[in-house]
């Protein structure tokens, strides 16, 4: 399973851009970068994943390296609101059924006002 | 919009005894996950079911704690007997399928805390 390594904690005041870094340099080529969120107290959200290219939706956009070796997750514009753990997952896939989520300990974003 | 529904929000035992959670995932939900999350740590997954039948319970402590989801539909997840350790946040999710594209969506959890 390719591992992730993110940053223990960041902050961001809030109308800037966060961009939340997370390596995961053993990769395979057909394994899926994925971006979950957890609020304080709640379920963890889906935010976003990609393969290669970058992508963006209405919450953030995901940057790869042409390496695949490391991705940003960027929130434009930090709302108190985003302030969350960030979770940057690998997609394991397994033989029989699919995938699983494999949960590092994640980034906690705090967005200051 | 379609929420994952857990029950109960928090539980409250003394270790040997039996806890059960339940789990009803969004309809037309064809997987079902348990993670169990122990404070300042990411989920890990306990069992994740494709309809009725359980196709991953490698990280299930399979002496205590036993899930089913028998008619493919809601699930329930029970720890007999709880132990200290156990004492974490329960979290169920679920997707359309089990592939890779399928997000999972995740409920709100419940909080045990064995005593």
């Known amino acids: 399973d390719a591992k992730t390594t993110q940053p223990t904690s960041m902050d961001c005041a809030e109308g800037r851009a966060a961009n939340l870094p997370c390596n995961h340099s053993?990769?395979?080529?057909?394994?899926?970068v994925y971006w979950y969120r957890q609020i304080h107290s709640q379920g963890p959200q889906y935010i976003i994943h990609?393969?290669?290219n970058n992508e963006t939706n209405e919450m953030a956009s995901l940057i790869i390296t042409e390496d695949r070796k490391s991705s940003t997750l960027i929130l434009p514009h930090a709302t108190l609101r985003d302030t969350a753990v960030y979770y940057c997952?690998?997609?394991?896939?397994?033989?029989?059924?699919?995938?699983?989520?494999?949960f590092g300990e994640g980034t906690q974003l705090t967005v200051n006002p | 919009e379609a929420e994952v529904a857990q029950s109960p929000r928090y539980k409250i035992t003394e270790k040997s005894q039996a806890v059960a959670f339940w789990c009803d995932p969004i309809?037309?939900?064809?997987?079902l996950y348990w993670y169990r999350q122990i404070l300042g740590q990411g989920p890990e997954l306990l069992v994740q079911?494709?309809?009725?039948?359980?196709?991953?319970d490698s990280q299930l402590p399979k002496d205590r704690f036993s899930a089913e989801r028998l008619k493919g539909v809601d699930s329930t997840l029970k720890i007999q007997p709880a132990e200290l350790g156990d004492s974490a946040m329960y979290l169920c999710?679920?997707?359309?399928?089990?592939?890779?594209?399928?997000?999972?969506?995740f409920g709100p959890g419940t909080r045990l805390t064995v005593l």
């Open positions: 999710a679920s997707s359309l399928g089990s592939g890779t594209y399928n997000e999972q969506f």
């Open positions: 053993t990769i395979s080529g057909n394994e899926y």
């Open positions: 990609g393969l290669k």
């Open positions: 997952i690998v997609r394991v896939s397994l033989e029989t059924s699919g995938s699983r989520l494999t």
């Open positions: 309809s037309g939900h064809a997987t």
């Open positions: 079911f494709q309809d009725e039948s359980v196709v991953d």
